[in-house]
T-cell receptor, first 112, second 113 residues
Framework: QKEVEQNSGPLSVPEGAIASLNCTYS??????FFWYRQYSGKSPELIMS????GDKEDGRFTAQLNKASQYVSLLIRDSQPSDSATYLC????????????FGKGTRLSVIA | EAGVTQFPSHSVIEKGQTVTLRCDPI?????LYWYRRVMGKEIKFLLH????????ESGMPNNRFLAERTGGTYSTLKVQPAELEDSGVYFC???????????FGSGTRLTVV
């Protein structure tokens, strides 16, 4: 069974620090990787996608992918209290012909 | 662009009753997905439509769940009869193509008492 593992947290970081969120996946042929942010009581919101090994930066967010280690991470620079949310890692394989598999999410708390 | 719309936002029903959830995807998105999150668990896949056809329904828990997508537009998910373990948040999502990230609706919180 394909699995996506995340530390549930909470991960607490001070305002202005770098938050590092990690995710591992079991399906070696996974092709597409996504990070979603979910505020309490709201729907998941797509914030990053990454498809090839290496880093991808978008504003304060950087996604990192290492397919050999089956590992994907999300770095949030200059963390703000508004970044406090649950971050969900999602993976799909087979060139996207299979549905996204989600991790349980990591709860991030940015302390002002 | 209008997002993915779901209603109702909340539903409380008694065990044995029927509930129908509705999802309107983003216009032009052929791919429509239903997911469910039970408290404390990860978001789990239920099924995937491509236009009006069921592409993958491997996540449907049992035959009490019936999904339709009329004319490839909106979709409904009916639970009949509802059981206590069906409680959770039901999310609908859509995407223009497979392999793309999904846009989620705000979800329907279903409580079966």
């Amino acid at each position: 069974q394909k699995e996506v593992e995340q530390n549930s947290g909470p991960l607490s970081v001070p305002e202005g620090a770098i938050a590092s969120l990690n995710c591992t996946y079991s399906d070696r042929v996974s092709q597409s990787f996504f990070w979603y942010r979910q505020y309490s009581g709201k729907s998941p919101e797509l914030i990053m996608s990454i498809y090839s090994n290496g880093d991808k930066e978008d504003g304060r967010f950087t996604a990192q992918l290492n397919k050999a280690s089956q590992y994907v991470s999300l770095l949030i620079r200059d963390s703000q209290p508004s970044d406090s949310a649950t971050y969900l890692c999602a993976v799909n394989s087979n060139s996207g012909n299979t549905p996204l598999v989600f991790g349980k999410g990591t709860r991030l708390s940015v302390i002002a | 662009e209008a997002g993915v719309t779901q209603f109702p936002s909340h539903s409380v029903i008694e065990k044995g009753q029927t509930v129908t959830l509705r999802c309107d995807p983003i216009s032009g998105h052929d791919n429509l997905y239903w997911y469910r999150r039970v408290m404390g668990k990860e978001i789990k896949f239920l099924l995937h439509f491509v236009k009006e056809s069921k592409q993958d329904e491997s996540g449907m828990p049992n035959n009490r769940f019936l999904a339709e997508r009329t004319g490839g537009t909106y979709s409904t998910l009916k639970v009949q009869p509802a059981e206590l373990e069906d409680s959770g948040v039901y999310f609908c999502a859509s995407s223009p193509r497979v392999g793309y990230g999904y846009t989620f609706g705000s979800g329907t919180r279903l409580t079966v008492v």
